[in-house]
C-alpha cells in the first residue's frame, strides 16, 4: 500500500513539474527568449508563509552547506525541482526486481 501511495504521489508531481514545463514554455515563445521560473518563485506564489518557514528551519539546522544547497534548489527552475522529485518518489515505490535462476 504505501509503494502505491509512493508511486501516486510521484506521478502527480512529475505531472506537475510537466505542467510547469508547459507554461515555461509558452512564456518562453511568447518572449521570443528562454524563460524558466525558479521554483522559489514558483512556491512563494503557492505560499510565501512555507517558503519562509522552510528557509528558517535549514538556517536553524546551522550548517552553510545545508542553506547553500537549499537556496542552490530553490534557484533550479520548478520543472527540474518537480520532475527531480518526483522520479525519486516513483523509484522509492517500485517493486523489487525478482532475480529468477539465481543460486545463491
Known amino acids: 500500500m504505501i509503494r502505491f501511495l509512493l508511486r501516486l504521489l510521484g506521478f502527480l ?13 509558452t512564456r518562453s515563445i ?6 524558466f521560473t525558479p521554483a522559489a ?10 517558503l519562509e ?13 545545508a542553506s547553500d544547497a537549499f537556496s542552490g534548489l530553490l534557484s ?3 520543472f527540474a525541482v518537480l520532475g527531480g522529485i518526483g522520479v525519486l518518489l ?15
Do not use: C, Q
Request: aromatic share 4%; no cysteine.
Open 76 to 78: 533550479l527552475p520548478t
Open 30 to 35: 511568447a518572449a521570443g527568449a528562454v524563460a
Open 53 to 65: 518557514r522552510a528557509r528558517a528551519f535549514v538556517a536553524g539546522l546551522g550548517t552553510a552547506i
Open 90 to 104: 516513483m523509484l522509492a515505490g517500485r517493486r523489487p526486481r525478482r532475480t529468477v535462476g539465481v543460486v545463491p
Open 41 to 50: 518563485t514558483t512556491w512563494a506564489a503557492a505560499s510565501a508563509d512555507s
Open 13 to 25: 508531481i512529475l505531472a506537475g513539474g510537466f505542467v510547469a514545463l508547459v507554461i515555461d514554455g
